[in-house]
């Protein structure tokens, strides 16, 4: 700070560098334009726009509105759009647009590992409930998971499978200490804040001769896990029912899972002590996270960043909004986590494996 600025006031009681001040503003307006066109893509995905792109050939704006019965007035500024923020390609010569297959495999692929529709779904779900979520800054209530808007529960189902499809049984599974042979000759598996069930239908079709409980405190989304699994053809071997996590009934399972729902309880805890009553003393309980490091600074990054704000939105409300109010947080990372399940009658705990967004937990009596 030189003497003539600090004698100017707030405005001028600080250097700023007009070349970090670009950059910084470039970021922004980048998020700004990001933040719009979040929208952008879940009218692009409900309409089918991506999908009648897919195979790369160019198209033009009319073509693509009389393929897909949509408006080319609305379909020039959305394409326009896609093709600023790298979405899809634009031809200038031609003026068609097409998808490249990374592109395609992103947006227009639900199979696809790479597909992330789902996030902007659940983002855009999420983003509906801030004046409720503003409100809870100031009181510290909480906003249970229910309370959301319904874009949030099929987001993140939609979110989430690519990853359960792509590692699941091929990866995780097999990272357990001898889970695999169980399910194969036939186990008992509880699928625990299962939501719309799809690990709980993902293992079942893989293991027939296995038998499963999904459980999830949330009615609606139980209701759309049984829909799940008679479409999957599953529903002889899988029972949803509602129940709350820490409600377990003592049992004998052989393996008791939570992907991505213990951050998201009152009481954690409570919930691992009544996974642990579940199981069989030779069964496991395997806990997918997000993926974190145990300090704030190790996940200071863009992966970090969409956690740290569904932990925000979402996660630290839910748990709020439950007896016990523990808020452990999206981003509670290993040592924590593994301290929460030794406390909670596990004597062996370790990460098992992890993806670039998963922690997975292995913990065992
Ligand atoms: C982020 S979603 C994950 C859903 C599902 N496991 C998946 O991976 O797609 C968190 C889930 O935890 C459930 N949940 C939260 N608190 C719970 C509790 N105390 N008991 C049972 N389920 C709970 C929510 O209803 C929600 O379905």
């Not at 998971?145 to 097999?174: Q, S």
């Not at 001769?209 to 139980?222: C, L, N």
């Not at 529903?235 to 213990?262: K, N, Q, W, Y």
């Amino acid at each position: 700070m030189t003497d003539t600025m600090s004698t100017h006031g707030p405005t001028t009681s600080r250097d700023v560098d007009p070349d970090r001040l670009d950059a910084f503003l470039g970021g922004v307006i980048g998020d700004v334009g990001a933040t719009l066109s979040a929208g952008l893509v879940v009218i692009g995905d409900r309409l089918g726009l991506y999908a009648a792109m897919r195979g790369g050939d160019p198209v033009s704006t009319d073509a693509l509105a009389r393929r897909t019965g949509t408006s080319a007035v609305y379909l020039a500024p959305w394409l326009a759009n896609q093709a600023a923020g790298g979405y899809v390609e634009y031809d200038a010569a031609t003026q068609t647009w097409s998808m490249t297959p990374e592109q395609e495999a992103t947006l227009a692929d639900p199979d696809s590992p790479a597909f992330f529709v789902g996030s902007m779904e659940l983002a855009l779900g999420v983003l509906r409930d801030v004046p409720e979520l503003e409100q809870r800054f100031r009181t510290g209530n909480g906003f249970g998971w229910h309370e959301h808007d319904g874009d949030l529960f099929t987001g993140t189902e939609r979110f989430f499978r690519p990853g359960y499809v792509a590692n699941l049984v091929a990866e995780w599974l097999p990272a357990l200490h001898g889970v695999v042979p169980k399910l194969e000759s036939g186990a008992e598996v509880v699928d625990v804040g299962c939501g719309h069930g799809v690990s709980t239908v993902l293992m079942a079709q893989a293991f027939p001769a296995s038998r499963f409980v999904g459980i999830d405190y949330h009615e609606a989304s139980i209701v759309v896990a049984r829909r799940r699994a008679e479409e999957a053809g599953v529903s002889d071997r899988i029972s949803f029912e509602v129940a709350d996590a820490g409600e377990l009934p003592a049992g004998h399972a052989d393996l008791v899972t939570m992907f991505d729902c213990l951050h998201d309880m009152g009481d954690p805890d409570g919930a691992a002590r009544a996974a642990r009553r579940a199981l069989s003393d030779d069964g496991t309980f395997m806990v997918v996270e997000p993926m974190a490091g145990d300090h704030v600074e190790d996940n200071l990054h863009p992966v970090g960043r969409v956690f740290y704000g569904a932990s925000t939105l979402v996660c630290t409300p839910s748990s709020l909004a439950q007896p016990g109010q523990r808020a452990l947080g999206a981003q509670a990372g290993p040592t924590v986590l593994t301290s929460l399940l030794r406390d909670s009658g596990f004597g062996r705990v370790r990460v098992a494996t992890t993806s670039p967004v998963n922690l997975i937990l292995e913990a065992r009596p």
